[in-house]
């Protein structure tokens, strides 16, 4: 039905960047709301950025705003996450998530991707 596939992640220095992407495949009426979530080792899953196709909103983690970026190409289907000015902490696999309630809950997303992991070294 719906498969998300993330790409992009990979080591990095502190203070660096990268971007990941999620590409969607299936169908596009699951996609309403959008996010990306990470989760550190030890730790839950949290919430990151999320956005919903014609709400004009998007929700970004308090820990992540001003450094963070998250995007949608629509005729691609595919969601991305810029990440500028990373830290040692934001280390985690970051999934991509697709639901269609606006919230960054994530009990609120139905489909997700395997995974990407982002270590950042000091």
């Known amino acids: 039905q719906v498969q998300l596939v993330e790409s992009g992640g990979g080591s990095v220095q502190a203070g660096g960047s990268l971007r990941l992407s999620c590409a969607g495949f299936?169908?596009?009426?699951?996609?309403?709301?959008m996010a990306w979530f990470r989760q550190a080792p030890g730790k839950e899953r949290e919430g990151v950025a999320g956005?919903?196709?014609?709400?004009?909103?998007?929700y970004y983690a308090d820990s992540v705003k001003g450094r963070f970026i998250i995007s949608q190409d629509n005729a691609k289907n595919t969601l991305y996450l810029q990440m500028n000015s990373l830290k040692p902490e934001d280390t985690a696999m970051y999934y991509c998530?697709?639901?269609?309630?606006?919230?960054?809950?994530?009990?609120?997303?139905?489909?997700w991707g395997q995974g990407t992991q982002v270590p950042v070294s000091s």
């Open positions: 299936g169908n596009a009426s699951y996609y309403y709301c």
């Open positions: 956005n919903c196709a014609g709400s004009g909103r998007t």
């Open positions: 998530a697709a639901g269609s309630i606006p919230t960054m809950s994530v009990s609120g997303y139905k489909y």
